[in-house]
């Protein structure tokens, strides 16, 4: 009966020590899911008339706006028609991947 207390309580630190880490593999499932989403938003926007639109640069890029760089692309980031694309891709992205 003592090993079988010794063992439950071994388990249960080792469980609770795991959850106390647990915030640094949201942050990576965080990251992994922005670049996903900015990947995705960039593949629309080139479907949808930009073929220069880039891909983002890494993981931290938590829109296309910050982050990718569109200098020399010849792609006027400012332009209403822009501005709408990007964000109607967004929000298509966002929907299939079950995000906000």
Do not use: W
Request: net charge positive; hydrophobic share 35%; with cysteine.
């Amino acid at each position: 009966m003592k090993l079988f207390a010794i063992v439950a309580a071994t388990g249960l630190a080792v469980l609770a020590a795991g959850c106390g880490g647990s915030s640094v593999s949201h942050e990576t499932t965080g990251d992994q899911q922005k670049l996903v989403l900015a990947l995705k938003t960039a593949r629309c926007m080139r479907a949808h008339g930009y073929a220069a639109y880039p891909d983002p640069p890494n993981a931290n890029a938590s829109s296309q706006g910050s982050g990718t760089r569109f200098s020399g692309t010849g792609i006027d980031t400012k332009s209403p028609r822009f501005q709408t694309m990007e964000t109607s891709c967004e929000q298509q992205v966002r929907k299939a991947l079950g995000l906000r």
